[in-house]
């Protein structure tokens, strides 16, 4: 699925702890990007032995299923929904 | 002690006795370890996708850890299908390759890749060794994580400086099982017992879990109609009364409709497979639905459950089997319409009783079903001869149907049986295959001849790529595309050459006394079978479409069929 073909696009924050390994941030983008959703914003802060990363996504697809996906990750230690941000408006 | 010789200390730990691989500049620091080591048998195959592919057999088999070995980069990048197909079909799976020196990843070095980034859509997790010191906990962690949960594949990419180096005793680490959440036992129960038209749908899950005794105890308890998925199939064993056989784009006629008219699915380990639904908007319209998998996000992950339960299959099972017992259910009409449902929609195939005529693949299926022992494991490959072993063949367990589900990989069925033949040297092994699926890994003839390995081949051969014909007829103005393999080499010449005797057949009157010969010989043999070029796998739903419109051979057009199972 393309995450450009909708008119209207939700958006989302994540907030993700992760465990410092060798590519974690790479793992994390890559099950965002397959499960169909586009990262608009994205901060990573290193604290001791985790990865602390908020996302600013965009889908359509039902984002408490990324959620659950990105919890199977071996390397997340936590996922939290912080907003659904609404809506925006992108051209087909 | 090394890097190299704690990777085989790990084995030994768990009990890992057979390995599948293949060695390079970068990982020999452990073939040297293997030298030295009698308690771990490396089985050298010829291509690194058929060591994946054998380690998958293997598991699947024995339902034990398969372990495959490469060197890096072309050793590495080969694995990648074997490695895909496991992900796919949640086989527990080791991977170990070898990586360039520390010092130089990042250079461009010989036979460098990034294989750890290449891989992260395929794996469970995976690791890149940049501690020696590290290795063995890693290996701890591996595989328990490989085998836990959902079962995946593993893999650890481990540069050669870190197999070489001096390591301490470690400190095991071992990964955490994740918790099971069985909210609502009760809500479930009481949920199956207001159904009047409850179906059990049940997966590959139920063999991952080592289930199949819990889930054969509560389907003969709860003598619920049931249908599998393709990796379901044997779920439910040979004698099972209400088994309505697999759904969904092959599936029968009988599966589809109950599906289709069952107001309660009750779903254990499976994934909901687009295969197996269909159109998932007219997928089971009337049901409500009970989801029991190990994994939490496949819950609601294509279609909203009612109630969903993660855990420990057997568990579960068994508290629902002893309500079952307590007080039965009472959906006596549903059965019998399901039976006749069955009697009329089933997977038919009339076996040709014209001795001189050309061989039909169903019947050919059917023959082996009735020849071979009841524990044969049939290892299959893609396409056709897929579809007419999972319609036509009578499994008794799932751990006897090696298929390759989610990914459907040509070229699995050959390196897969090698590895079942390693769970089990005295099991009868058949590796059933097409001549397109057969030439994706013939090389592994020389890994039978080697190991002297007793597995039966038989090729279902049409010349030509027949499912993608079949759907290029039905679906594409039978407008045949580079499908053609009239040019196939001389399959009983090229077994020979491998020092393997092989027989040739065409006709309905050799089918029984080929089969029996090859299973009648003690080594391995290969069985050339000349099929018709025109034949089709039916019924068939066209891909994307509703189950609910079967195409069937009295209608071999594009038109949707209305469902002819009232």
């Known amino acids: ?92 | 002690m090394n890097g190299a010789q704690h990777i085989l200390e790990a084995f030994h730990r768990h009990n890992i006795s057979t390995v599948f691989g293949y060695p390079g500049g970068c990982i020999m620091p452990l073939y040297d370890a293997l030298v030295d080591d009698v308690r771990v048998e490396h089985v050298l195959c010829r291509h690194e996708q058929a060591c994946a592919l054998a380690a998958d057999g293997y598991a699947r088999a024995s339902g034990q850890i398969g372990v495959c070995i490469a060197t890096s980069g072309p050793g590495a990048t080969n694995l990648i299908t074997g490695v895909a197909n496991a992900y796919m079909d949640s086989t527990p799976m080791l991977v170990i390759t070898g990586q360039v020196p520390s010092g130089l990843i990042g250079t461009d070095a010989f036979q460098e890749t990034d294989i750890l980034g290449m891989t992260l859509g395929i794996v469970k997790h995976s690791y890149l060794v940049d501690d020696a010191d590290a290795l063995p906990a890693i290996m701890e962690e591996a595989i328990t994580l490989a085998q836990s949960g959902r079962p995946g594949p593993v893999w650890i990419d481990i540069p050669k400086n870190m197999l070489l180096a001096e390591v301490d005793t470690p400190a095991l680490a071992k990964a955490s099982e994740p918790e099971a959440d069985c909210p609502d036992i009760a809500r479930a129960i009481s949920l199956l017992r207001a159904a009047k038209k409850p179906l059990l749908y049940s997966g590959g899950g139920v063999a991952l879990a080592r289930a199949e005794d819990s889930f054969r105890a509560f389907a003969t308890a709860a003598a619920i109609p049931g249908v599998v998925t393709l990796k379901g199939i044997g779920n439910p064993g040979k004698n099972n009364p209400f088994n309505l056989g697999m759904l969904g784009m092959h599936g029968s006629r009988a599966a589809n409709k109950a599906v289709d008219e069952c107001d309660l699915l009750f779903v254990v380990g499976a994934r909901l497979d687009d295969r197996a639904t269909g159109k998932l908007d007219t997928f089971a319209p009337k049901a409500r639905m009970i989801h029991i998998d190990a994994d939490s996000a496949e819950i609601n992950k294509l279609r909203p459950v009612d109630l969903a339960m993660r855990g420990d299959l057997n568990q579960i099972l068994a508290a629902f089997t002893e309500a079952m017992v307590e007080e039965p259910l009472t959906i006596s009409n549903w059965q019998k319409q399901c039976k006749t449902w069955h009697t009329t929609g089933g997977f038919q195939a009339a076996d040709n009783e014209e001795a001189l005529a050309p061989i039909a693949g169903p019947a050919f299926i059917r023959q082996l079903s009735r020849i071979a022992p009841d524990d044969t494991v049939i290892s299959c490959d893609v396409g056709q001869h897929q579809m007419w072993v999972a319609q036509h063949y009578e499994f008794d367990h799932p751990r006897h149907h090696l298929t390759s589900g989610g990914l459907g990989t040509m070229g699995f069925g050959l390196p897969a049986a090698i590895g079942a033949q390693f769970a089990d040297r005295n099991s009868t092994v058949i590796n059933v295959t097409g001549d397109g699926s057969f030439m994706m890994n013939a090389q592994e003839l020389a890994t039978i001849r080697r190991y002297n390995l007793p597995l039966k081949l038989i090729i279902l051969d049409n010349q030509c790529l027949g499912m993608v014909r079949q759907q290029q007829e039905l679906f594409y103005n039978n407008r045949e595309s580079h499908i053609n393999l009239d040019d196939n080499p001389d399959f009983v010449a090229m077994a020979r050459a491998f020092d393997i005797p092989a027989l040739f057949i065409e006709r309905t009157d050799q089918i029984r006394r080929g089969i029996e010969t090859i299973l009648a010989y003690k080594g391995p043999m290969l069985l050339h079978v000349a099929i018709s070029r025109e034949e089709n796998v039916w019924p068939i739903v066209k891909p994307g479409g509703s189950n609910k419109e079967m195409i069937d051979e009295t209608r071999r057009t594009n038109t949707s069929t209305k469902e002819q199972v009232a």
Do not use: W
């Open chain 1, 1 to 92: 699925m393309s995450p450009h073909a909708d008119r209207s696009m939700p958006s989302y924050t994540l907030n993700c702890r992760m465990h410092q390994e060798a590519a974690a941030l790479e793992r994390l983008c890559q099950v965002v990007r397959v499960r169909g959703f586009r990262i608009s914003r994205m901060t990573m802060e290193s604290a001791g032995e985790h990865l602390d990363i908020a996302l600013t996504l965009e889908g359509s697809r039902s984002v408490s299923m990324l959620c659950s996906q990105l919890e199977k990750l071996h390397t997340v230690a936590e996922v939290a929904l912080a907003q659904e941000s609404g809506v925006r408006s992108v051209s087909a």
